[in-house]
């Protein structure tokens, strides 16, 4: 209760604070508008639509690109960061690219992107997906390589074969810091999705904000983020709950 509490305090205080700007017009309400603006355009984008599509047919748009990105992302990072770490071969042929991607800017490949496979969804998923993947794989690498030698050294002396290793053993004992590189993926993909959907992104949450940026629309530009920003705190929070549920020895052992 006394954490519901504060969180609810910033939050009013944070309303408090920006009430107070707007309304001392320092700047001007196309660049600070005020909460009750944005709210008003809330309610007209939840019935009348921006960009003909409903708020909530954008952020459904939006969270599907991030499902798929993210799906392909994760399960991509986490068989090639589980090979990256077991094999000291494979570690140092692809160790250096991954870490290469995983250093570019989203910006930097979305242009190629857009020429390899056009406007339409291919290449705002895959834009998610090469955001995603590097995270988890660099995490579960890490991860798997330290796993300690004596883990192995029993498996094999109960008998575990070479294949059974990986999956019975190196994964499990290196779930906790695989579930953190996922909510980092998942974090960096949420990040990226305004910038996957500069392009023909409506519907989508980084196409409605980049509409209405266009027009100088400040109210649905600042929606548009906190909407962006609420829904990552919900899926962070499921993350978290699932992290509670696979790893219930985080913290205990």
């Known amino acids: 209760m006394r954490a519901a509490g504060l969180r609810i305090g910033a939050v009013l205080f944070l309303l408090v604070v920006w009430q107070l700007v707007a309304a001392a017009r320092i700047w001007p309400p196309v660049f600070v508008p005020e909460p009750a603006a944005v709210w008003e355009e809330f309610l007209n984008t939840t019935t009348t639509g921006f960009s003909d599509y409903t708020l909530q047919e954008h952020l459904l748009a939006s969270l599907r690109r991030i499902l798929l990105g993210c799906l392909y992302g994760i399960t991509g990072?986490?068989?090639?960061?589980?090979?990256?770490?077991?094999?000291p071969?494979?570690?140092a042929l692809l160790g250096p690219f991954v870490t290469f991607v995983r250093t570019l800017p989203p910006l930097a490949y979305l242009s190629l992107l857009v020429i390899w496979f056009g406007i339409d969804e291919e290449p705002k998923v895959w834009l998610l997906l090469?955001?995603?993947?590097?995270?988890?794989?660099?995490?579960?690498?890490?991860?798997?390589?330290?796993v300690h030698e004596d883990y192995l050294n029993a498996a094999r002396s109960l008998g575990a074969g070479r294949l059974q290793l990986p999956f019975r053993v190196v994964l499990p004992s290196a779930l906790p810091e695989i579930i953190t590189g996922v909510r980092v993926s998942v974090g960096v993909a949420y990040t990226t999705?305004?910038?996957?959907?500069?392009?023909?992104?409506?519907?989508?949450?980084?196409?409605?904000?980049?509409?209405?940026?266009?027009?100088?629309?400040?109210?649905?530009?600042?929606?548009?983020?906190?909407?962006?920003?609420?829904?990552?705190?919900?899926?962070d929070f499921l993350l978290q709950a699932l992290d509670r549920r696979l790893v219930p020895w985080r913290g205990r052992a």
């Open 77 to 87: 990072g986490i068989a090639l960061g589980l090979v990256i770490g077991m094999v």
């Open 89 to 91: 071969t494979v570690r």
């Open 130 to 146: 090469i955001a995603a993947l590097p995270p988890v794989a660099v995490a579960t690498a890490d991860a798997v390589r330290g």
């Open 193 to 235: 999705v305004v910038a996957a959907e500069t392009v023909n992104g409506v519907p989508g949450i980084g196409g409605m904000i980049s509409a209405a940026q266009r027009y100088n629309n400040t109210d649905v530009v600042v929606l548009g983020i906190i909407v962006i920003g609420l829904s990552g705190l919900l899926i």
